[in-house]
């Protein structure tokens, strides 16, 4: 069976349009039409039902896409096996993706700290929210993903891959540095928050739902998008926010930041590894994750 046709029919079963699905594979739409007509005169079945304003699999459709990922993974893994000795140095590149927590943190050092060790890698990083990454991941447009929330998503699985400590942040010299504050306390403060969605948000909100508070509980005065944003409001003054530790870091050992915690509440939140099912892993992905658990213990 030709295997460009099933690659070309499950991009389209998981893009749900023949355009989408042609962009992906860098192709053309009529190209794309064309594998799909000749697999299902092949298999002289209708694999796609084109009627709706989404395409969608037929019941045929289904279980040959079942079976067509498995084939399309085992046909990764053996070209990958002829590609090189499984003993040599790492070579290729890696597409990996993550959400702006570990995105804009943790990762960036992490594979700047691989590559060094494998000069013939090469490691592109592209960072945009949660549920992008997901999907890339999906339609195997990148390898990996590391993401702050498992979404459900039929076509990848999550697997925990390390904790991310939640603290509150505050400008130094602030009454609450280094110090564990009440919860009455921190009604009185003036609060900056991440935009909803934000994996810090949501650890948060369920924090302060176990104890029977809400986030408008609070005194929140400024809600911005971005993790940045809200560390550079806090580093310039404008109120204390919760915001993961590991994207505080460098300015706790300035000084240009200060941390403290709030009584009854201890959050954390678990970092997520995604990855294509039924993808056979690459020798390049594999030493990658080996390399992370190493280093993030």
């Known amino acids: 069976m030709d295997t460009r046709q099933l690659a070309a029919f499950c991009a389209v079963v998981e ?35 084109r009627s709706g304003r989404r395409v969608e699999p037929t ?11 498995r084939m399309l993974a085992l046909e990764e893994q053996l070209l990958g096996e002829l590609a090189g000795d499984a003993e040599g140095a790492l070579s290729g590149r890696l597409e990996i993706g993550a959400s702006t927590g ?7 050092l992490l594979l700047c700290a691989f590559q060094r060790r494998h000069p013939d890698v090469r490691v592109a990083l592209s960072v945009s929210d ?14 990996l993903g590391v993401v702050g929330a498992a ?5 990848v699985v ?13 400008p130094p010299g602030h009454a609450f540095a280094g110090r564990t504050v009440t919860l009455d306390e921190l009604r009185e403060e003036p609060v900056i928050v991440m935009q909803e969605g934000a994996g810090v948000r949501q650890v948060i909100e369920d924090e302060l739902r176990g104890v029977g508070m809400r986030l408008r509980d609070l005194d929140v005065r400024v809600e911005l998008g971005l993790q940045e944003s809200v560390r550079s409001a806090v580093a310039a003054g404008y109120g204390v926010t919760f915001i993961s530790r590991s994207a505080i870091e460098a300015d706790l050992s300035a000084g240009t930041i200060a941390e403290s915690s ?22 390049v992905a594999q030493a990658l994750v080996a390399f992370a658990r190493e280093r993030l213990g």
């Open 262 to 283: 709030v009584e009854g509440l201890e959050p954390a939140r678990e970092i997520s590894l995604v990855r294509a099912s039924g993808r056979a892993e690459t020798r």
């Open 15 to 49: 893009r749900k349009s023949f355009s989408h699905a042609a962009e992906q594979l860098g192709v053309t739409q009529p190209a794309v039409s064309l594998q799909i007509r000749s697999l299902e005169k092949r298999l002289g079945q209708q694999l796609v039902d």
């Open 102 to 108: 570990p995105g804009g943190t943790v990762l960036p």
């Open 130 to 143: 949660t549920q992008r990454v997901v999907d890339q991941v999906a339609r195997r447009e990148l390898e």
């Open 59 to 69: 019941e045929a459709g289904r279980r040959l896409y079942r079976n067509a990922q």
């Open 151 to 155: 979404r459900r998503h039929r076509a």
């Open 158 to 170: 999550f697997e925990p891959f390390f904790r991310d400590e939640v603290v509150l942040a505050c």
